[in-house]
């Protein structure tokens, strides 16, 4: 456990939702990242209680993945004065509800709409509890990703441009566009930063910001000099996000879900595979199922962990 000056709340969730982070004064509080919907009376009850009889004021979004602001559609319920800010790059498509631009269809996850206020730019400040907090952009994992910076005490909420062990899915690159070099240049900037503690979008806080930078990298040269790695961590990383939301499933319907998810047939069909789809598929949960994420058998698929 880091101990965290007075006025930062930090919530480690399981990896279906994103971490949160609270900050707090007796005038104002600001939470950013809602988690994954199927959470939202969690994350409430999380807020709630930390926040006793106060009301929320603002709901910040590093980006706009459905395990980052799945949790936004209840917080506006129940925090009827609530301003929402999310990263500029998307705020059209929030304002015109589309669950595909937004990657919701694409991932076959779910987000349940909710409405902005404002948005947020790079070089953006804000105080609380007389300390300065800037925005960043921080594109790679996501194009409109935001990173932001508590420069008094040196505390980077660092969403998923970088864990202790690695990064996010470079989602671009699902689709053909490259990012890689977005991936590295976002690294650039957290270097300059030069923070004393993170707070990742997922996974525990760390201090050890040279190693994570080190350890990203070289994970980053990996998917450069291979990028059928990268996609198939991705699809991976599909697969695991549903079996968290879904726990158990008959494999049939877990198929199904699959063979309809956008994103995990552009995958299959990368690097010229050769494989059936279903093939393709079995191997995947298979290759899960080694690395101990799941069990699998003829007939149903369970998550672990
Ligand atoms: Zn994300």
Not at 95 to 117: E, I, S, V
Not at 124 to 134: L, N, P, V, Y
Not at 193 to 219: E, Q, S, Y
Request: with cysteine.
């Amino acid at each position: 456990m880091h101990t965290l000056p007075n006025g930062i709340i930090f919530f480690e969730r399981g990896w279906l939702s994103s971490n949160n982070v609270l900050l707090h004064d007796d005038t104002q509080s600001i939470l950013i990242d809602s988690g994954y919907w199927t959470h939202a009376k969690q994350t409430e009850a999380l807020i709630k209680s930390a926040l006793q009889q106060r009301p929320l004021s603002k709901l910040l979004n590093t980006h706009l993945h459905s395990d980052h602001c799945g949790g936004n559609a209840q917080l506006q319920d129940t925090f009827p004065n609530l301003e929402t800010l999310i990263p500029p790059g998307h705020a059209s498509y929030v304002d015109n509800w589309d669950a595909a631009a937004l990657t919701y269809t694409p991932t076959g996850q779910h987000c349940p709409p909710f409405t902005k206020t404002g948005v947020l730019h790079d070089g953006d400040c804000f105080k609380i509890t007389g300390k300065s907090w800037r925005i960043h952009a921080a594109p790679g994992h996501d194009p409109h990703s935001i990173i932001v910076f508590n420069e008094n005490d040196g505390i980077l909420i660092s969403a998923d441009a970088l864990w202790e062990n690695g990064f996010g899915v470079v989602f671009p690159e699902i689709e053909g566009l490259s990012a890689f070099d977005d991936v590295e240049s976002t690294l650039r900037v957290i270097e300059r930063l030069n923070p004393k503690l993170i707070l990742p979008g997922h996974g525990a806080a760390f201090t050890d910001v040279k190693g994570a930078l080190w350890r990203a990298r070289t994970r980053l040269e990996q998917f450069r000099n291979s990028p059928e790695k990268h996609s198939t961590y991705a699809a991976k990383v599909l697969l695991k996000f549903k079996l968290l939301e879904l726990q158990k499933s008959k494999l049939i319907d877990y198929r199904e879900w699959a063979r309809s998810t956008q994103y995990l047939q552009i995958l299959h069909k990368t690097h010229l595979n050769a494989m059936s789809f279903d093939s393709w598929f079995i191997e995947q949960c298979k290759s899960l199922e080694k690395s101990k994420a799941c069990a699998v058998n003829e007939e149903y698929i369970v998550n672990i962990n």
